[in-house]
T-cell receptor, first 114, second 112 residues
Framework: DAGVTQSPTHLIKTRGQHVTLRCSPI?????VSWYQQVLGQGPQFIFQ???????GRGNFPDRFSARQFPNYSSELNVNALLLGDSALYLC?????????????FGPGTRLTVL | DAKTTQPPSMDCAEGRAANLPCNHS???????VYWYRQIHSQGPQYIIH???NNETNEMASLIITEDRKSSTLILPHATLRDTAVYYC?????????????FGAGTQVVVTP
């Protein structure tokens, strides 16, 4: 079975632009979470979605938004990009919510903001 | 949420057991201990989790002290492919079911 997939793998944007990152969860998984990982640090939680509804939000500005589609795939949108948004963006899927099911991570999208 | 403390780095010889400590002195009764690892430039990988009993799977063993204030992840026979950053995470619920709070982790280097 395919794992969590993310696209694109790499992306270069300039300050002020908008970006959309995409994630497809493992088949059968209904919950998707997004994390940001700045170089040298652990991943930081951004959002969790389950059944197309937001179930959790981390401490990120309103420039960050996300949504989940009926097929459980998800998009993360970031507006008005700043240099500090340069990071690896990770998507994780899990079977259900709420639960202590483990989260399975994708390979990430490397975003560079110039 | 409870926080964890891990050593920033440790070395291990190939073929030997690697014992990774984690302190979580403020853990509460319904909080689980999770371990993930992240090999360079990849997404984190789930290893194991437990509440209060010791756990073992094909990757590792998790030993949790009786007072639950600390735990140890054991990689029984480390290989070069085990070189990674290892994260110990205390997972709360229900308000944060989906949120994993990663710290800085322990950089483990397995040497030949």
């Amino acid at each position: 079975d395919a794992g969590v997939t993310q696209s694109p793998t790499h992306l270069i944007k300039t300050r002020g632009q908008h970006v959309t990152l995409r994630c497809s969860p493992i088949s059968g998984h209904k919950s998707v979470s997004w994390y940001q990982q700045v170089l040298g640090q652990g991943p930081q939680f951004i959002f969790q979605y389950y059944e197309k509804e937001e179930r959790g939000r981390g401490n990120f500005p309103d420039r960050f938004s996300a949504r989940q589609f009926p097929n459980y795939s998800s998009e993360l949108n970031v507006n008005a990009l700043l240099l500090g948004d340069s990071a690896l963006y990770l998507c994780a899927s899990s079977l259900e919510w709420p639960s202590y099911n483990e989260q399975f991570f994708g390979p990430g999208t490397r975003l560079t903001v110039l | 949420d409870a926080k964890t403390t891990q050593p920033p780095s440790m070395d291990c010889a190939e073929g030997r057991a690697a014992n990774l400590p984690c302190n979580h002195s403020t853990i509460s009764g319904n909080e689980y201990v999770y371990w993930y690892r992240q090999i360079h430039s990849q997404g984190p990988q789930y290893i194991i989790h437990g509440l209060k009993n010791n756990e073992t799977n094909e990757m590792a063993s998790l030993i949790i002290t009786e007072d639950r204030k600390s735990s140890t992840l054991i990689l029984p026979h480390a290989t070069l492919r085990d070189t990674a950053v290892y994260y110990c995470i205390v997972r709360s619920g229900p308000d944060s079911w989906g949120k994993l709070q990663f710290g800085a982790g322990t950089q483990v280097v397995v040497t030949p």
